[in-house]
Every structure is written in C-alpha cells, then in structure tokens.
C-alpha cells in the first residue's frame, strides 16, 4: 500500500504558471555517495535563481544516507512512504508516512531506511543544485 502512495505520488507533475512537469519525465538519478538512494531534481538552482530546490529521494531497503551536513542549506523531509529513522542532530526521529522534519544549515544529520525502503520530498533553502 505504501510503495502505492508513492507510485501515485511519483506520477504526479509540477503545475506552475505557463508550464507543467510531469515527475515522471524526469529521470532518477543516483545520489553520488550513498549506495541505494536515488534523486528526481523536481526544482534546481537554475529554475529558481539559486533560491531552493526539490527532489523526490527513494532510499533502497535497509539503505542509508549517512551522516552528512549542509553548510549553507536548511533542509526539510516530507516522508511520503516507507519507513526509517532520521538522527536529526544527535536526536532519533522515526520516519513513517506524514512526517515533517527539518534540518537547519550546519547540523548533522542521517537518514536510515528500514526493511520497505523510504520515500520522501526534500527540499533545500538556498538550491543544493
């Protein structure tokens, strides 16, 4: 039922002003350091003036984002399925559908998907990329 949520949501599009993006036409790409995470870059730097940017992340089963910190970013997760664990600066916060967690700029943190995988819209104030 989860991975069905986010199927849905992975069928889903970015509506702006004048144009539509359909998740699906854009291609997963793998994250360049923790085996089992894939990226979509739903928003980049160059659509937003450097400001944010989205991405729809999908952790493998039992996979991890190791622990890691953003200099200049806040981060924010939506978890949109699955389930996992997230160390959010020394505190142990369980991921399951709904949660909301954020990461200011300079703390560290990490993301433990458990035995389904995890599923989750990150977005990062200014751009990642």
Sequence with gaps: ??????E????GKLSLPGK???FSEIAWSKHPVFEG???KHIITSKDTGGEF???LVRIAPNKSIGNHVHEKQLETHEVIAGEGVCINDGAEIKYDSGVISIMPANVPHQVNAGKDGLYLFAKFFPALC
């Design 1 to 6: 039922m989860e991975n069905e949520v986010f």
């Design 8 to 11: 849905r949501f992975n069928g």
């Design 20 to 22: 539509s993006v359909l």
């Design 37 to 39: 995470v894939e990226l």
């Design 53 to 55: 940017s989205y991405h």
